[in-house]
């Protein structure tokens, strides 16, 4: 009697495979003539954006030294009678753009498949770290270079007394704990996700203290730590280990998920929507219940305007996190404002405006939602102008409320007198108006050929589409910043106020949709 002898059929790798087969498939249909000039083109692109940003570094670098020199005349805020720690301020920045990195690879997904892996392999019996290992590491790495080259022109602002040598140091080790953010949202996902509020902070509360200690390594080697460099390398070691011996566990459904969102995330900034970018960030059901908000809809309202002014102050009320991103940068604000020392005036009126620029498109989440459906707007008895009047009529009560409670508290620190509340509030009726704006933002238009310019082709309808929101914004903080920048308000400030902020209504009232 023989005994055969089964064997096991040898292991598949689908990634490999795939790999392989997409790579025969291109090689044969590319020509080297294309692959050069594409090549080429990519090169000389990346040499001018760097020379410009090189000299634009080293002329503002100058300027800054002289800017930030304390006697160099009043300051708008001025700085706590209690002493604080050098580099404050920047660790305060570093440490939001570490939790801003760690909130959007949470949304994000950092361990995902695409749409045809995770039909056709996730089903199988097979091991799925090989597809997975590979593009988390490829995010990673791309990762860690941006964040490090988006870094230094940072750094050299924040930190003038600073070397060469160690503010490539200090952007080397950013770029090493924004790949740890990232790891952080990794090892979170795929667990349930806790249905009270409070559990859900006390998950992210030690995700958030690693960030804080990364954020203070970061400005510490700056003056040439090496330890402190490496301290920071051997945290994303472990995190890596940690992170890569449980992809395994990951369920298929989240993967596929990760995927789904990273792709229509990539692809509504290939084509230049921001709108669509927050919506896709924004996959998540976000709605809250409200059993008064609910009654108090149910009541009806006497004409169409008041219904629906009623329908969209009952969706403004049940929208979850619609005040995180207006209070977090509000508390930024003011805490960069006190840190950062005896700043002058136009250095902290910037930071005002980068702050405004910020919190206002966050509270225009329900107009974007009513945006997606133009065609339901037209079914209502209302007018187009009407009907956007609805929209600004809570994204502008709020938004001023912000930019007065904003004012109030650079009033109580000594940039003026209460006068500027009032103007606070005016503009911030402009403000709202700009959220309705930018929220009904026309799709960019790519049958509009570019412009030649000495950089290449530019994009002429497609920054007009995105400009729409920021260009009313701006006109609204004009003479917000110039009453701020005097420290009292005239008769005549305060009526051009009005008048801006009202041209900003109507511009949304009655503008061209196309």
């Not at 440490?95 to 695409?114: D, I, Q, W, Y």
């Not at 039909?119 to 490829?138: A, E, F, K, N």
């Not at 995180?324 to 508390?331: A, H, Q, S, T």
């Not at 930024?332 to 702050?355: D, K, S, T, Y």
Request: aromatic residues 8%.
């Amino acid at each position: 009697m023989t005994t055969e002898t089964v064997q096991a059929p040898p292991s598949f790798d689908p990634v490999r495979y795939t790999r392989q087969a997409s790579r025969a498939f291109s090689r044969g249909r590319t020509r080297f003539r294309d692959a050069f000039v594409d090549v080429y083109t990519a090169v000389l692109a990346l040499g001018t954006i760097g020379a410009l940003a090189v000299g634009l570094v080293l002329a503002l670098r100058d300027q800054v030294a002289q800017a930030w020199d304390a006697g160099s005349g009043r300051t708008l805020v001025a700085p706590p009678s209690f002493v604080l720690p050098d580099g404050t301020a920047a660790a305060v920045l570093v440490f939001a753009a570490l939790a801003t990195v760690m909130v959007v690879a949470r949304k994000l997904g950092p361990a995902a498949v695409s749409g045809p892996e995770g039909y056709w392999w996730l089903s199988l019996p097979l091991d799925r770290r090989p597809m997975v290992t590979g593009r988390l590491i490829r995010r990673l790495l791309l990762v860690w270079a941006g964040a490090s080259v988006l870094y230094l022109p940072f750094g050299f602002v924040l930190d003038l007394e600073t070397s060469v040598s160690g503010q490539l140091l200090a952007a080397g080790t950013f770029g090493v704990a924004a790949v740890c953010a990232v790891l952080l949202a990794a090892l979170r996902q795929g667990r349930p996700v806790p249905r009270s509020t409070a559990e859900r902070h006390r998950g992210v509360l030690p995700g958030l203290l690693v960030l804080a200690l990364l954020s203070l390594v970061t400005v510490r080697v700056a003056a040439g730590s090496w330890a402190l460099a490496l301290g920071g390398l051997s945290v994303t070691v472990a995190l890596c280990l940690a992170v890569f011996a449980r992809l395994d566990r990951i369920p298929g459904g989240e993967l596929v998920r990760s995927g789904a969102v990273s792709g229509h995330t990539g692809a509504a900034v290939y084509l230049m929507d921001l709108n669509e970018v927050g919506r896709a960030l924004s996959a998540e059901p976000d709605g809250a219940a409200s059993p008064r908000a609910a009654r108090w809809y149910a009541r009806g309202g006497r004409t169409p305007f008041g219904a629906l002014l009623r329908a969209d102050t009952a969706a403004f009320l049940r929208t979850r996190g619609l005040w995180f991103r207006p209070v977090v940068v509000f508390v930024l604000c003011v805490f960069l404002l006190l840190a950062g020392g005896a700043q002058p005036p136009l250095v902290q009126l910037g930071m005002i405006a980068v702050a405004v620029f910020a919190a206002v498109p966050a509270l225009g989440a329900v107009a974007r939602r009513t945006a997606i459906m133009p065609g339901l707007d037209l079914l209502l008895p209302l007018p187009v102008s009407v009907l956007r009047l609805s929209r600004m009529v809570l994204p502008a009560a709020a938004l001023a409320l912000w930019t007065a409670v904003l004012c109030a508290v650079l009033v109580l620190l000594g940039a003026g007198d209460p006068s500027l509340i009032a103007l606070g509030a005016l503009a911030g009726v402009g403000f709202g108006a700009s959220a309705v704006r930018g929220a009904y933002r026309v799709q960019p238009d790519w049958t509009v050929p570019p412009v030649d310019t000495p950089f290449g082709p530019m994009p002429r309808a497609q920054a007009g589409s995105m400009v729409r929101g920021l260009d009313t914004t701006l006109l609204a903080m004009v003479p917000l910043l110039l009453g701020l920048f005097l420290g009292y308000v005239p008769g005549v400030l305060l009526v051009a106020q009005v008048g801006f902020s009202a041209v900003c209504v109507l511009v949304v009232m009655y503008s061209d949709p196309r």
